[in-house]
């Protein structure tokens, strides 16, 4: 399997309940990152990995957890949510280090309803 | 902070027209930009991207773009629409950060309509 993959694809939760997203990469990539994506606003980044080290978190409610235990693997585990945090999340990688003309190659997402 | 602004929210062409999607960057820095495209349920597709080795950038599909300093732009164009061309385009800029990885700041999109 090549390229970013992400599971589930949907998922549909309530507020009270814990759930995990998962991304992994096949592309031999060092960075890894989180977007969210609502309706009529743009791509938000969440947090970003560098080497397996987060190196980004942007003012990110605590009720997302991220993880990456490795350079082809991150989590982003969830709690408590609320209604508002339903929208499309999106794994990213990229080459890692300060390689700013890397472009992101990102996976297909995961649906998030909070109900 | 860099930024893009996406001018146009909906564009809509006809098949066989010319396709013409606009961005205008924010720079403090030489920038690097990147085109994305976006279908429906999936996630985004690089189209191509711009990292200062010539002015005239050609991606997949048939787009390319042209980066233009003195207008801070970084268009995209396409000859002639096809209707498998109707998705959702996003323009981006790199954010340099010390912190490593490649981080992007996006433009709000573009959605691209093609009519028979």
């Known amino acids: 399997e090549t390229g970013v993959t992400q599971t589930p694809r949907h998922?549909?939760?309530?507020?009270?309940?814990?759930?995990?997203l998962k991304c992994e990469q096949h592309l031999g990539h060092n960075a890894m990152y989180w977007y969210k994506q609502?309706?009529?606003?743009?791509?938000?980044?969440?947090?970003v990995y560098n080497f397996k080290e987060q190196t980004?978190?942007?003012?990110?409610?605590?009720?997302?957890?991220?993880?990456?235990?490795?350079?082809?693997?991150?989590?982003?585990?969830?709690?408590?949510?609320?209604?508002?945090?339903s929208a499309l999340y999106l794994c990213a990688s990229s080459q890692g280090?300060?390689?700013?003309?890397?472009?992101?190659?990102?996976?297909?997402g995961t649906r998030l309803t909070v109900t | 902070?860099?930024?893009?602004?996406?001018?146009?929210?909906?564009?809509?062409?006809?098949?066989?027209?010319?396709?013409?999607?606009r961005c205008n960057y924010s720079s403090s820095v030489p920038p690097y930009l990147f085109w994305y495209v976006q279908y429906p349920n999936q996630?985004?597709?690089?189209?191509?991207?711009?990292?200062?080795?010539?002015?005239?950038?050609?991606g997949i599909n048939g787009f390319e773009a042209e980066f233009k300093?003195?207008?801070?732009?970084?268009?995209?164009?396409?000859?002639?629409a096809h209707m498998?061309?109707?998705?959702?385009?996003?323009?981006?800029?790199?954010?340099?950060?010390?912190?490593?990885?490649?981080k992007l700041t996006f433009g709000t999109g573009t959605q691209l309509k093609v009519e028979l």
């Open chain 1, 11 to 20: 998922l549909v939760m309530g507020m009270t309940n814990k759930k995990s």
């Open chain 2, 84 to 102: 498998s061309d109707a998705a959702e385009y996003f323009c981006a800029v790199s954010d340099p950060f010390t912190g490593g990885g490649n």
């Open chain 2, 1 to 21: 902070a860099q930024s893009v602004t996406q001018l146009g929210s909906h564009v809509s062409v006809s098949e066989g027209a010319l396709v013409l999607l």
């Open chain 1, 38 to 47: 609502s309706a009529k606003k743009p791509l938000e980044l969440m947090f």
């Open chain 1, 56 to 85: 980004e978190n942007n003012s990110v409610p605590s009720r997302f957890s991220p993880e990456c235990p490795n350079s082809s693997h991150l989590f982003l585990h969830l709690h408590t949510l609320q209604p508002e945090d």
């Open chain 2, 69 to 80: 300093k003195s207008e801070t732009s970084f268009h995209l164009t396409k000859p002639s």
């Open chain 2, 43 to 58: 996630g985004l597709q690089l189209l191509l991207k711009y990292t200062s080795a010539a002015t005239l950038v050609k």
């Open chain 1, 97 to 108: 280090g300060t390689v700013y003309n890397s472009p992101l190659h990102f996976g297909n």
